[in-house]
């Protein structure tokens, strides 16, 4: 009996005590014709060695490839302190801290994390998380539509460079509620907004991400003065780890960006085939009561000593029931303890050299596939770390050729590809890349 | 309180190991530039790992203390789990990389998925939704599709029962339904002949929990799907009580078209200090094209399987996409080691022994002095005891008896809800607990019970906590949502 501790004796004494002659009396309640006898459709039990086994071989099958991936995921070196401790039974097996008195670990951990994501996003406030930076934007599409009053369209306008499958996921959430999502023009040589743009009838919002999905830096300036010019709120959507080198979401323009969300995974999450990861949220004081999710804030004893909960939870769905800000009820706890450990662990400078490295190494990368013939970069312009490149030929049978090498190139984008190279990324490693595409190219020639 | 990180920083400080060598020249222009340095921590290696440790022994936790948190299923985490879950060849796995380096994942995924559908009894299910809220956001997303679908616009009641879950009637909203309240009846079932009159052409469907958050399984249950059938609506079902009825009967079988589970309770995935879940969907054959993607589809060829992503273009009339990838891929491989260990028999005894704990605890209780919300009825894997008289009579309310269990070195219960019951405390003791556990909680149940007849106070209680009660207008007033140093 797997982690059930009862004896023959032990299950005898409590059906006594509770006056029933077997187990099956305790399900005398349920209408007989629903009883079911077996789940023939699930395999017998495995030993603990018998799974471990299994999952080694499953594991080992997918190979160690080298991966050349962004796209919204990111591989980088996890110190091994962070899920030591974040797999300490204390934070993995505690729960949403309701008794705060019995859960100051976890309050105070998140209210650390707090505190870090709102001075790397440049912002007043966070909540403890949502499930993911995709799902984050439709939350902050939301949580814009409450704050925003004024513009009564519904109509969220989205950046060239934000990614697809957040918008996606963004009107999967979302658009139920009179929520539409615009797409602005794009200027094809650069791969950002276009120079002229119409923001049409009281826009709610404008989207804007950076660095953009295929890998350009957008004028956040132009865009956020632009935006609230005409009335709407400003959403950022960023790469924590590039706002180590990047101006922050709080700095843009001359007001800053409203709110920020974005993928938490490159904070000591690892990969782990896209979840879990945590979503950020933090935005200017005067939307905290618009946002969803639970909220840490610091607070004081009966005896005056300061100490942690929850708070704002008149927002919340287990409060405010039909008439909530959200339907979430959990934050992603465990993802953020990890990043907060993270970010302790490597500090401001030490997000900055991740960072550095990121760049150098993707600078790298793409000088030396551009050096090959019919490869070109596809916009113009900096980066932070990852490039979009062109190909003479179809990309797909390219990265088939690339894997079967036990690479993986990066990101089909249909006309082009993603490449990234994180800080993971030694020379040996761009060449090993470098030196397989040129063969490829030659032999597809 | 521990002294914050940020306090225990000091300017120039490093935990050199973590950073790698990098060129300090910046290629990014200078108006993209950060110019501000965020103050992040400046500590060593030994001082986070101290800090952080430090922090977790301010928790209660299933690893350290029993944690009868009703509706939540604090049961435990084994072990491997865990590791193998986070093996490298899987904790590595980029979320785009092509199916040919992800057939082992891919393998664990699939028939995760199968066995999920056995034992709710549904027909098709998508791993997608990344907590139990999500599962119920997919779930009315595709009853709406379906009514949709169907060219029956009107449709656009969800009815909920008044003693469920907040996320129930706060997801029917953000799928832009209108919420209608339906009442429970004395003994604890639906009230059929107020169901009969909330049913109608506006009906689009039900969100049932059952056993339901008062801790029975609704008798009627059967004539509650056909009511709601024959008046063109569809059942959902609730999956945060699987745990009680595993392995015995099927959502399914119960004429439930969708049905979220939160593998996180169930299936054993950690609880983390709340997050990450996994809300899985199953669905009833209507509902089949209208899953979340992606799902993981397998063929046969040549009696070798092999496993790829259904997408966009296999299931064209999908409510979409509700994560940036496939969810919560880490979570979903603990639950299938959980579910591989447990196995076909293990998985009924689950069930079982939840409910022996249950029924046990409910009848110990009972018999120590504490008023049963429903005493005339099993238990599911949870029950409530109302301390509406204890408050009455000597001023001992649900809250005081959370706090005092907390120097008895026990979690509390579920307070205040669910909001029906006066003064209740919502008690699920799982199947990973021991007698000898539940007898010494008993116990504490009952000394807190003598000491407040005898005229203790338990307004001021937890006294031996980390931190005493702490002060809850005041947070949320004087809000300090972060620490920033004093100018």
Redesign the interface.
């Known amino acids: 009996?797997?982690?059930?501790?009862?004896t023959e004796d032990?299950?005898r004494?409590?059906?006594a005590?509770?006056?029933?002659s077997s187990?099956d009396d305790?399900?005398?309640?349920?209408?007989p014709q629903?009883?079911?006898k077996?789940?023939?459709?699930?395999?017998?039990?495995?030993?603990?060695m018998e799974?471990?086994r299994?999952?080694?071989?499953?594991?080992?099958?997918?190979?160690?490839?080298l991966?050349f991936?962004g796209?919204?995921?990111y591989?980088h070196?996890i110190?091994q302190?962070v899920?030591?401790?974040a797999?300490?039974?204390?934070?993995?097996?505690?729960?949403?801290?309701?008794?705060?008195?019995?859960?100051?670990?976890?309050l105070?951990?998140?209210?650390?994390y707090?505190?870090?994501i709102?001075?790397?996003t440049?912002l007043?406030?966070?909540n403890?998380?949502l499930?993911?930076?995709?799902?984050g934007l439709a939350e902050a599409s939301?949580m814009a539509v409450r704050s925003n009053r004024k513009a009564k369209s519904g109509r969220i306008l989205l950046a060239p460079g934000v990614?697809p499958?957040?918008e996606?996921?963004a009107?999967?959430?979302a658009g139920?509620?009179?929520i539409t999502f615009e797409r602005l023009p794009m200027n094809g040589s650069t791969g950002n907004a276009a120079d002229k743009l119409d923001a049409g009838r009281e826009p709610v919002a404008l989207v804007i991400q950076q660095p953009s999905f295929p890998g350009t830096?957008e004028?956040?300036?132009r865009l956020t003065d632009w935006a609230h010019e005409r009335g709407a709120l400003v959403i950022a959507v960023v790469n924590p780890l590039s706002?180590?080198?990047?101006?922050?979401p709080g700095?843009w323009g001359t007001r800053g960006a409203d709110i920020a969300v974005g993928?938490g995974q490159p904070l000591g999450v690892?990969?782990?085939?896209?979840?879990?990861?945590?979503g950020f949220m933090t935005c200017r004081q005067e939307h905290?009561r618009q946002m969803p999710g639970?909220?840490?804030?610091?607070?004081?004893?009966?005896?005056d000593?300061?100490?942690?909960?929850l708070?704002?939870?008149?927002r919340?769905?287990?409060?405010?029931?039909?008439?909530?800000t959200?339907?979430?009820?959990?934050?992603?706890?465990?993802?953020v303890?990890a990043a907060?450990?993270y970010?302790?662990?490597?500090?401001?400078?030490?997000?900055?050299?991740?960072a550095?490295?990121a760049?150098?190494n993707t600078?790298l990368l793409v000088r030396q596939l551009t050096a090959l013939p019919g490869v070109q970069r596809l916009y113009e312009g900096?980066h932070?770390h990852e490039v979009a490149i062109s190909l003479d030929r179809p990309v797909a049978a390219v990265?088939?050729e690339l894997?079967r090498r036990n690479i993986?190139g990066g990101?089909d984008l249909g006309n082009a590809l993603l490449v990234c190279a994180t800080?993971t990324k030694t020379a040996a490693d761009i060449d090993h890349y470098v030196d397989a595409m040129r063969d490829i190219l030659a032999k597809q020639d | 309180m521990e002294t914050l990180i940020f306090d225990k920083s000091r300017s120039g400080r490093r935990a050199f190991a973590q950073a790698p060598v990098a060129d300090d020249a910046v290629a990014i222009p200078e108006s993209l530039r950060r110019k501000d340095t965020p103050r992040l921590p400046e500590a060593s290696e030994l001082q986070v790992v101290r800090h952080f440790t430090r922090l977790s022994r301010q928790n209660f936790s299933i690893d350290t203390q029993f944690y009868p948190l009703g509706s939540c299923t604090m049961k435990y985490n084994p072990r491997a789990c865990n590791a193998l879950a986070l093996l490298p060849g899987f904790a590595g796995r980029h979320p785009l990389g092509p199916v040919s380096h992800g057939q082992g994942f891919l393998a664990c995924m699939y028939e995760l998925q199968e066995m999920l559908k056995e034992v709710t009894g549904m027909q098709g299910v998508s791993l997608t939704p990344m907590a139990g809220a999500q599962g119920e956001l997919a779930g009315v997303l595709m009853i709406q599709a379906y009514h949709k679908a169907r060219g029956d616009l009107e449709r656009n009641e969800i009815i909920v029962p008044d003693a469920a879950h907040g996320t129930n009637p706060a997801t029917a909203t953000m799928c832009g339904c209108v919420v209608r309240e339906l009442p429970t009846g004395s003994d604890g079932d639906i009230d059929i002949a107020a169901l009969k009159a909330a049913v109608g052409p506006k009906t689009a469907g039900i969100m049932l929990t059952n056993p339901s958050t008062l801790g029975v399984f609704d008798r009627g249950i059967v004539e509650v799907a056909k009511i709601v059938h024959d008046a063109g609506g569809l059942l959902y079902y609730d999956g945060a009580n699987l745990n009680a009825i595993c392995g015995k009967v099927r959502p399914g079988d119960m004429e439930f078209d969708v049905i979220h589970m939160n593998l996180h309770k169930t299936f054993s995935t950690p609880h983390g200090g709340g997050g990450p879940g996994s809300g899985a969907v199953g669905v009833g054959a209507r509902l089949l094209p209208f899953l979340p993607i992606p799902v993981v589809g397998a063929t046969e060829r040549d009696g070798v399987t092999s496993y790829d992503w259904l997408a966009e273009e296999a299931l064209p009339q999908s409510i979409g996409r509700l994560s940036g990838f496939m969810g919560n891929a880490g979570v979903l491989l603990r639950a299938y080691v959980y579910m591989r260990m447990v196995g076909r028999d293990g998985m009924r005894r689950l069930a079982e022994y939840a409910t022996l704990n249950a029924n046990y605890l409910q009848a110990r209780l009972r018999d120590a002095g504490f008023k049963l919300a429903f005493p005339e009825r099993r238990a599911s894997h949870e029950f409530i005891i109302t301390l509406k008289n204890e408050a009455r009579e000597i001023n001992l309310t649900a809250m005081d008896v959370a706090k005092a269990l907390l120097d008895h070195n026990y979690h509390a219960p579920t307070t205040y809800f669910p909001l029906l019951v006066p003064e209740c405390l919502l008690i699920e003791p799982t199947e990973t607990e021991s007698k000898e556990t539940l007898d010494n909680f008993v116990a504490a149940m009952t000394a807190i019970a003598t000491d407040a007849k005898a005229g203790t106070s338990f307004k001021e209680a937890p006294y031996t906590m980390p931190v005493r009660r702490l002060d809850d207008v005041k947070a949320a007033r004087q809000l300090d949502l972060a620490y920033r140093p004093p100018k």
């Open positions: 009996m797997p982690f059930i501790p009862h032990d299950t004494e409590m059906l005590a509770i006056g029933a187990i305790l399900f005398d309640e349920i209408p629903l009883l079911i077996s789940l023939d459709g699930v395999p017998t039990g495995l030993s603990e799974i471990s299994l999952m080694h071989q499953r594991a080992a099958q997918d190979g160690a490839p991966c991936i796209a919204g995921a591989e070196h110190p302190a899920w030591d401790i797999t300490r039974g204390e934070y993995y097996s505690a729960y949403t801290p309701y008794q705060a008195e019995a859960s100051q670990g976890t105070q951990t998140i209210y650390e707090q505190t870090m709102t001075e790397l440049g007043d406030v966070s403890a998380s499930y993911d930076g995709a799902s939301l990614n499958n957040y996606k996921v009107v999967a959430i139920h509620q009179n830096l004028d956040v300036d706002l180590a080198l990047l101006k922050a700095s993928e690892p990969l782990s085939s896209g979840g879990p990861y945590f905290v639970r909220i840490v804030g610091r607070t004081t004893d009966l005896d000593n300061p100490g942690f909960t708070t704002l939870q008149a919340e769905q287990h409060i405010r029931r039909s008439k909530a959200s339907n979430i009820c959990t934050n992603q706890g465990l993802m303890t907060t450990i970010m302790s662990l490597l500090g401001f400078e030490g997000l900055r050299k991740v550095l490295r760049q150098q600078a900096p932070f990265l088939q894997a993986l990101y800080e």
